[in-house]
């Protein structure tokens, strides 16, 4: 079992947990040099960004922490592809596991894996319940109605980084909303709660990706998030999906 963790070399407050992670995990751990956002380009960016490429459409721009992000995971799962025939897991460097939970996630989740699956291991329990595929005393592994946002833990099969790799060579938001596309992808993210999974960014010194923004931008942001978000549902609700 392998895991490919994605680790900003210039986050060097993160190389702790690194460690942590790699002395803790069940198997062996690979480190992927994450996308440096301050070294790309606005030829970079303009190669895979594109603004309004699907419906509903991203009412946001993309910052170029998001663009490397999501490079970043296209990174991952190009690996996949290339040297794991059954699929990997990919953890974002601001990871924390409660070990024996994340043990029995894995055991579950693993029960009936196969190449062509993306099993989610979120943070917070968001998603809603369209199938229950293995319930357990203490966890459950579903299909959800809409994909959760969040890519700090995942498995993926080698077909679904395939998928995920020919589906997002252009994209026009981050990588965990293009997750929510599954009309577009062909991969049906499943889901296993509670995951054994945490979130410690605020302790690694603060997150990567998002920053502050100034007041109005923060108000126009919340009052157009909840509307793209019922759009989301509207859309997964009547698109075809897996």
């Given at each position: 079992?392998?895991?490919?963790?994605?680790?900003?070399?210039?986050?060097?407050?993160?190389?702790?947990?690194?460690?942590?992670?790699?002395?803790?995990?069940?198997?062996?751990?690979?480190?992927?040099?994450?996308?440096?956002?301050?070294?790309?380009?606005?030829?970079?960016?303009?190669?895979?960004?594109?603004?309004?490429?699907?419906?509903?459409?991203?009412?946001?721009?993309?910052?170029?922490?998001?663009?490397?992000?999501?490079?970043?995971?296209?990174?991952?799962?190009?690996?996949?592809?290339?040297?794991?025939?059954?699929?990997?897991?990919?953890?974002?460097?601001?990871?924390?596991?409660?070990?024996?939970?994340?043990?029995?996630?894995?055991?579950?989740?693993?029960?009936?894996?196969?190449?062509?699956?993306?099993?989610?291991?979120?943070?917070?329990?968001?998603?809603?319940?369209?199938?229950?595929?293995?319930?357990?005393?203490?966890?459950?592994?579903?299909?959800?109605?809409?994909?959760?946002?969040?890519?700090?833990?995942?498995?993926?099969?080698?077909?679904?980084?395939?998928?995920?790799?020919?589906?997002?060579?252009?994209?026009?938001?981050?990588?965990?909303?293009?997750?929510?596309?599954?009309?577009?992808?062909?991969?049906?993210?499943?889901?296993?709660?509670?995951?054994?999974?945490?979130?410690?960014?605020?302790?690694?010194?603060?997150?990567?990706?998002?920053?502050?923004?100034?007041?109005?931008?923060?108000?126009?942001?919340?009052?157009?998030?909840?509307?793209?978000?019922?759009k989301m549902q509207f859309y997964s609700f009547f698109k075809k999906t897996i």
């Open positions: 079992m392998r895991f490919y963790i994605i680790h900003l070399q210039s986050a060097k407050k993160r190389q702790i947990n690194i460690s942590k992670l790699k002395k803790n995990l069940p198997g062996e751990v690979v480190i992927i040099d994450a996308i440096d956002s301050k070294k790309l380009t606005k030829n970079d960016i303009e190669e895979s960004y594109f603004k309004n490429l699907y419906r509903p459409f991203y009412p946001f721009d993309l910052s170029s922490t998001e663009v490397a992000c999501f490079l970043s995971h296209r990174k991952a799962w190009m690996k996949i592809l290339e040297n794991d025939p059954t699929g990997a897991f990919i953890l974002e460097d601001d990871v924390d596991i409660d070990i024996d939970l994340f043990n029995q996630s894995i055991e579950i989740s693993q029960a009936g894996k196969k190449i062509d699956d993306f099993i989610r291991f979120p943070i917070k329990n968001r998603e809603r319940v369209k199938k229950l595929i293995i319930k357990s005393s203490k966890q459950a592994l579903f299909l959800p109605k809409v994909t959760g946002l969040g890519m700090v833990c995942q498995f993926v099969g080698n077909t679904e980084a395939k998928k995920l790799l020919e589906s997002s060579v252009k994209f026009d938001r981050p990588v965990d909303n293009f997750l929510q596309l599954s009309w577009i992808t062909k991969v049906q993210p499943k889901v296993i709660f509670p995951s054994g999974v945490s979130e410690i960014s605020n302790t690694l010194g603060g997150t990567t990706i998002h920053k502050k923004l100034p007041l109005l931008q923060k108000i126009i942001k919340e009052f157009l998030r909840p509307i793209f978000r019922a």
